[in-house]
């Protein structure tokens, strides 16, 4: 079975920081990854996806995401941190067939102003 | 366009009491999935129904029942609820041939005293 790991429950930044969020998959094979985001009391929204190609992958609300199978990491960056970036980041790594998902326990990012 | 809509928001149940939590999405996806998502542990597949008339376990489907009325509504169904499914639980759908794309409804939360 796969799992995702994000390290760190919790993490502040600086308005204007760099955003950093870490994960770690593990799988038998090249897995297709995913970053969602939650905001308070709404559903999941995809930010980007790596599944074939590029490895350094772009996404919504200037944040990126490097797929780095030697490190089994998929991290979550952005140059610089907005107080509207303030939520809850899940990883998730699905098989190829895309219907098994596998989600990590999540990141609520705070951005002080 | 709605996109995913789930109902009701908000439910409190008491112990051995059953439910049905309805799910419909306006995207002519083929794909419909339930999640739940509990703290410290992020989102678990419940079950997921690949397409109209076919439906699968995920990770924890122990408890639950699911039926997929129409390519359109995918409902859950706790037959006696316990303590151990106080949860939030999200719907989420996707269309063929891009199931990695997933799109979430903006949950219901189920208390079960």
């Known amino acids: 079975a796969q799992s995702v790991t994000q390290l760190g429950s919790h993490v502040s930044v600086s308005e204007g920081a760099l955003v950093l969020l870490r994960c770690n998959y593990s799988?038998?094979?090249?897995?297709?990854l995913f970053w969602y985001v939650q905001y308070p009391n709404q559903g999941l929204q995809l930010l980007l996806k790596?599944?074939?190609?590029?490895?350094l992958v772009k996404g919504i609300n200037g944040f990126e995401a490097e797929f780095k199978k030697s490190e089994t990491s998929f991290h979550l960056t952005k140059p610089s941190a907005h107080m509207s970036d303030a939520a809850e980041y899940f990883c998730?790594?699905?098989?190829?067939?895309?219907?098994?998902?596998?989600f990590g326990t999540g990141t609520s990012l705070t951005v002080i102003p | 366009n709605a996109g995913v809509t789930q109902t009701p928001k908000f439910q409190v149940l008491k112990t051995g009491q059953s439910m049905t939590l309805q799910c419909a999405q306006d995207?002519?996806?083929?794909?419909m999935y339930w999640y739940r998502q509990d703290p410290g542990m992020g989102l678990r597949l419940i079950y997921y129904?690949?397409?109209?008339?076919?439906?699968d376990k995920g990770e924890v489907p122990n408890g639950y029942n699911v039926s997929r009325l129409n390519k359109r509504e995918f409902s859950l169904r706790l037959e006696s609820a316990a303590p151990s499914q106080t949860s939030v639980y999200f719907c989420?759908?996707?269309?063929?041939?891009?199931?990695?794309?997933?799109?979430f409804g903006p949950g219901t939360r189920l208390t079960v005293t």
């Open positions: 989420a759908s996707s269309a063929i041939g891009r199931v990695y794309e997933q799109y």
């Open positions: 998730a790594v699905s098989d190829l067939s895309g219907n098994q998902f596998y």
């Open positions: 129904s690949a397409s109209e008339g076919t439906t």
């Open positions: 790596y599944t074939t190609g590029a490895t």
């Open positions: 799988s038998s094979v090249p897995p297709y």
């Open positions: 995207m002519n996806h083929n794909s």
